[in-house]
T-cell receptor, first 115, second 109 residues
């Protein structure tokens, strides 16, 4: 497809389990973002890549969260030793280049429930 | 820090009614401003944006004007349709967007 693709769409994890969420950005898009959206709230910034470089990870809530984009295209958000407060929708987004003049396209999200 | 505050929902209107969803922001400098929409079962979509003061963003009959003096970016539509039912998010920034909490809009026929 032509949009941002995320998998899995739904994930139920037991507390303490590790999870990995995948994002396929739009082909050729340089910038890639991860956001976390709790139920009933707006998305909150987690981290940002320009190509393979992680330029901003200030929003990652703890050292249990790790993101990578080794070849500058597909990205993976990994959460280690999941906790109940990690339950949220994780949104991936991409844009052609950086800057506010370029439209940021969002995927449909990966819904994580930690039980 | 930078923040966005938007009108709490849910908002319920009848078809063809006039819509306003308020949004105010706090920021250092002059950020770009956005409205995103999330239809049921779909991802966030950019509805409109404005990149500098007094700019008006518009799309699908929706409009919002960047007001620096009141630090606002209120969303308006003159005549809403059932298909406009969705959650609307106001946001500011560049690549690192700061979102409001969202306003759920329901339009009844």
């Amino acid at each position: 497809g032509a949009g941002v693709s995320q998998s899995p769409r739904y994930k139920v994890a037991k507390r303490g389990q590790d999870v990995a969420l995948r994002c396929d950005p739009i082909s050729g898009h340089v910038s890639l973002f991860w956001y976390q959206q709790a139920l009933g709230q707006g998305p909150e910034f987690l981290t940002y890549f320009q190509n393979e470089a992680q330029l901003d990870k200030s929003g990652l809530p703890s050292d249990r969260f790790f993101a990578e984009r080794p070849e500058g295209s597909v990205s993976t958000l990994k959460i280690q030793r999941t906790q109940q407060e990690d339950s949220a929708v994780y949104l991936c987004a991409s844009s052609l280049v950086e800057g506010a003049r370029n439209t940021i396209y969002f995927g449909e999200g990966s819904w994580l429930t930690v039980v | 820090g930078n923040s966005v505050t938007q009108m709490e929902g849910p908002v319920t209107l009848s078809e063809e009614a006039f819509l306003t969803i308020n949004c105010t922001y706090t920021a250092t400098g002059y950020p770009s401003l956005f409205w995103y929409v999330q239809y049921p079962g779909e991802g966030l979509q950019l509805l409109l944006k404005a990149t500098k003061a007094d700019d008006k963003g518009s799309n699908k009959g929706f409009e919002a004007t960047y007001r620096k003096e009141t630090t606002s970016f209120h969303l308006e539509k003159g005549s809403v349709q059932v298909s406009d039912s969705a959650v609307y998010f106001c946001a500011q920034g560049a690549q690192k967007l700061v979102f409001g909490q969202g306003t759920r809009l329901t339009i009844n026929p």
